[in-house]
């Protein structure tokens, strides 16, 4: 170590308390120097090497490369055997992945309009229903007519062998690598046109979809796979085709256990494939112990608010992270509860859902963007146990958009009979006191909760409701959360906060709110 730091110490650098080379005490040596070290060394060495090279040279030492186990290789090449294909992504989504697209936006259409009855004109609800149901089957006939592509083929062979999670990852990696030679480029234009106050509105929906159609990802390929199952299920008559696809939510199942996440919410098209979902379930109930209790944890909030970077904070996911990334729809992940916390938490299993964020910008630019969010966050709502919200006391009125959208939903929800638990969360705080000098502060969300729940109460004639805590269990004490922010300093070079990382962990412990929710 000594003969590195004399070999790459600047001597240009003027310190007066520089060090003496010839008596280097490393121990004596401040962490700036070292920082420094590293940026001189790097600035001056031209000779660069890719991480493949150096694995390379290592195999000629006789060191030992993880990557080279056989199961490694094999899935290796089974994910370069599917992702060697992609020349251009739209046209490869099209080719290869053609149950999803077009004919899925129309799908969920009219499942919509199925629901809401909006064209319905002077039609009687029945006639109205049957024409829907006969536009869906000549679409799930268009479906299983196209059948199964070459590449799906290999994937869902490459997900039934023991190797599966070698192959998943590779395929996220070659995935992500095709990804950023084109969406960089395509988001930064997309900002761009959502920043100009003069945008047009049918460019911005236009880039939107190119942005969509060049994104691939491994949720399209079991997207693809749920489509598959969605259109043979759909058709009675095809019992044979539906014995040979029988097994595709049982392999979902198993990666769903394996600590995969799972695409409840289709991003793309705001499509729920019923069918799906409900035998992936089914399946995980048989693979796991039918009597398994489970806590279903969401976070809902803003884009790039850090929902997802507290989640994977929190349990130890990998949730997609990414700044300024508008990440769409609903994603499921399952936890095992370990044998000591059982007790405490009274559950077998945690699925935490990680959603796209409300009033995003992006999304903004649409016309039916205040819909989709309510719909979006009465669906999370509704499947949750505790629901955490993101939120941020520095812009009101972002936050009392939010909080209207949330109060509806647990609005809804009083209709089945059904009483969550809430928590908020306030990020980037940089007072670790926060807790106790910003009482006044929870006070007055309360009382804006209060007059938003008696709005709403309104809105749904529901009278009775009067307060937000006649709607969920909330406690002033304990249920605000002050979160510092992630970073110690101005990323990249700034460490993780530690004040961060305790105060996820104080959030973590979820033993005292399991005990309001009826199991």
Known sequence: MRDIVKKYRPHSLSDTNAFVEERIALSELPLVSFVRLGRYAIKNNSHKISVVRLAEIARKLRILVDEDTEECQHAKARADEITSK?????????????????????????????CRMKKIGDKSVEDYKN???????????????????????????????????????????????HSHEVLPQLRELYKQKCQDICGNKTEIAELDKKISDSSLGVEHFIREMSQLYEAAVSLPENALYQKQLEHLPKLCAQLLLDGFSLELVDGDSSNIPEKWITSVFSELNTLVEPKNKIMVVTVLGVQSSGKSTLLN??????????????????????????????????????????????????????????????????????????????????????????????????????????????????????????????????????????????????????????????????????????????????????PVSIGYSESVYALKNLGELEKNIPF
């Open 313 to 494: 904070t929190m349990f130890g996911v990998q949730f997609a992270v990414s700044s300024g990334r508008c990440t769409r729809g609903a994603f499921i992940q399952l936890i095992k509860v370990t044998e000591e916390r059982k007790a405490e938490l009274h559950c077998d299993y945690i699925v935490i859902i990680d959603t796209e964020g409300l009033k995003s910008p992006e999304l903004a630019q649409l016309d039916n963007s205040y819909e989709h969010d309510n719909e979006l966050a009465t669906l999370v709502v509704g499947l949750s146990d505790v629901t955490i919200v993101n939120i941020a006391m520095e812009n009101s009125t972002e936050m009392k958009d939010i909080l209207q959208i949330i109060v509806h939903a647990f609005l809804r929800m009083e209709e089945i009979g059904k009483k969550h638990t809430c928590l908020f969360v306030h990020q980037n705080v940089a007072d670790v006191s926060a807790h106790v000098s910003n009482m006044r502060d929870r006070k007055f969300l309360l009382e804006q909760l209060d007059e938003m729940t008696q709005a709403a109460a309104k809105m749904e004639n529901k009278l009775e409701f009067k307060k937000f805590t006649d709607l969920m269990n909330y406690d002033t004490e304990t249920g605000d959360h002050y979160i510092p922010g992630l970073w110690h300093g101005n990323p990249p070079m700034a």
């Open 86 to 114: 992609i020349n251009d992504i739209v046209q490869f989504k099209k080719e290869e992945l053609p149950l999803q697209g077009e004919i899925l936006m129309k799908l969920a259409k009219l499942d919509k309009e199925e």
């Open 131 to 177: 024409e829907l149901q006969i536009e869906k089957r000549k679409l799930r006939e268009e479906q299983n007519e196209t059948g199964i592509s070459v590449t799906m083929s290999c994937f869902i062979s490459a997900i039934s062998t023991p190797e599966k999670a070698y192959f998943l990852k590779w395929m996220r990696i070659n995935l992500e690598n």
